[in-house]
């Protein structure tokens, strides 16, 4: 069942402010627990009340009333916003970059595709930091085609059941790089479910990019960009996420000079911190035509104001996660009401362009609710371009996804993916990407 319509937001919803009981959620509530040392409230009515960071107010105060206020001066301070307090400044393309593509072409899944695999080289040297891109095109397709670019947790060789694909390394518990055959294996891609809709796939290892732990900048490519004397980025500069966004944009590089690929309809897609990496990709990166984010929670989709599941708090303690992240997010723990920017501008950063929001009704972790909140917060931003948002305040039931230009798909279970997400998946790219 797909939700088409429910009752107007209010205008309170519009303005960008929301409290506690803006919508009825379908999510438990659950004891309360401590993480890191720190208290999570998992029971909707200690989530606090809070007032959003309005999208359609620039920081002078004046009004955001169409897209071309939004364009070219709302959207590039809220970027900036983002860069200096989240995730870090990126650098731009290198000068030096190259692919090398060593399979140009070779017939796989019983013929119904044509497999490329490419090693990006990030600098110069060829030993530097490099990822492997694998590329599945249909072998039928005659014509570009729209393409799921996948953010993955393990190397190529692990996400498809293709014995033609090159071995890969991941990195070990020792932090060093182990064949992927001793790594662990997060899900397998299914490449044939996608060529039959006529849409390419290419997968991509994160940890290609750059390691995903603390003390990893020597290892990744956050190492070619540090100044003289700099053992590690500045408290505006990349943190991980942000390091294996610019990795995704690197690899659509690649995508826009491959003839098969219509490289102006490419989705992009990834689970937990890699739907994080995927939501700023495609917020900083508007050449991505869809996002399509799994369980990103905290740090990406969901409400940071909202006391609910993890918070700052929790990403940057230490022995978790704050070198995903720009060394000035840590000045906000216990502070998110202190911060400029919040999700719902995230979301609305992807305006006009599709996302998809897809969680777990029992991920309490990743506040579900706190998605879809930020999702309604955004609506109005993509009405300013003529696109339909959720349109509605009210959490839909588990597994009755909301599928408009903002779409939200929350299914029965808990973190990750359920294969029924991936119908979903191909269903959204159909709507938007097969026109």
């Given amino acids: 069942m797909i939700v088409r319509c429910c009752r107007v937001l209010p205008a309170l919803t519009a303005l960008g ?75 731009g393309r290198p000068a030096e970059m190259s ?38 095109l249909p072998a039928d397709a005659g014509r570009p085609v729209p393409v799921l670019l996948n953010a993955s947790f393990s190397a190529n060789s692990n996400v498809v059941d293709d014995p033609g694909v090159k071995p890969g390394e991941v990195w070990g518990r020792d932090k060093k790089k182990v064949p992927a055959t001793q790594g662990r ?49 500045g408290p505006d500069e990349w943190g991980g996420v942000s390091a294996w966004a610019w990795g995704l944009s690197r690899a659509l590089d690649y995508l826009e000079t491959d003839k098969g690929v219509d490289a102006k309809k490419v989705a992009v897609t990834g689970v937990s911190r890699l739907g994080k990496t995927v939501m700023w990709a495609g917020a900083h990166d508007t050449r991505f035509a869809m996002v399509i984010a799994s369980c990103s929670g905290e ?32 000045k906000y723990s216990g502070h998110a009401d202190d911060m400029p920017v919040d999700a719902n501008l995230l979301v609305a950063l992807i305006a006009p362009r599709p996302l998809l929001l897809q969680t777990g009704n029992t991920d309490k972790w990743s506040d579900p609710k706190g998605e879809f909140l930020a999702a309604v917060s955004a609506e109005p931003v993509y009405r300013l ?21 903002i779409g939200y798909l929350m299914h029965a279970g808990g973190h990750g993916m359920v294969p029924s997400d991936w119908d979903v998946y191909r269903q959204f790219m159909k709507m938007h990407l097969a026109k």
């Fill in 17 to 91: 402010i929301l409290a506690t009981g803006a919508a009825h959620g379908q999510i438990a509530d659950y004891p309360a627990d401590s993480v890191a040392g720190i208290p999570v409230n998992y029971t909707e009515a200690l989530a606090g009340s809070y007032k959003l960071p309005d999208p359609l107010v620039l920081l002078n105060g004046q009004p955001v009333k169409d897209a071309k206020t939004w364009t070219g001066k709302r959207r590039p301070e809220i970027v900036r916003l983002f860069e200096e307090n989240e995730y870090g400044r990126a650098p």
């Fill in 99 to 136: 692919f090398d593509v060593f399979d140009k072409g070779t017939p796989a899944y019983d013929g119904k595709a044509i497999r490329r695999q490419v090693t990006i080289y990030f600098s110069k040297g060829k030993a530097g930091p490099k990822v492997d891109l694998l590329l599945y």
């Fill in 185 to 233: 294996v997060f899900g397998k891609l299914d490449i044939p479910s996608f060529l039959k809709e006529g849409f390419g796939v290419a997968t991509v290892y994160y940890g290609d990019i750059d390691p995903d732990f603390e003390g990893g900048v020597p290892l990744g490519v956050r190492a070619l960009y540090l100044k003289p004397g700099q053992d590690k980025p």
């Fill in 299 to 330: 740090g990406g989709a969901a409400l940071s104001r909202r006391n609910y599941g993890e918070t700052i708090a929790h990403l940057v303690a230490p022995g978790r996660y704050p070198y995903q992240f720009a060394g000035n997010y840590a």
């Fill in 385 to 405: 371009f003529g696109k339909q948002g959720l349109g509605t305040d009210q959490m839909p039931l588990a597994g009755q996804p909301i599928l408009h230009d």
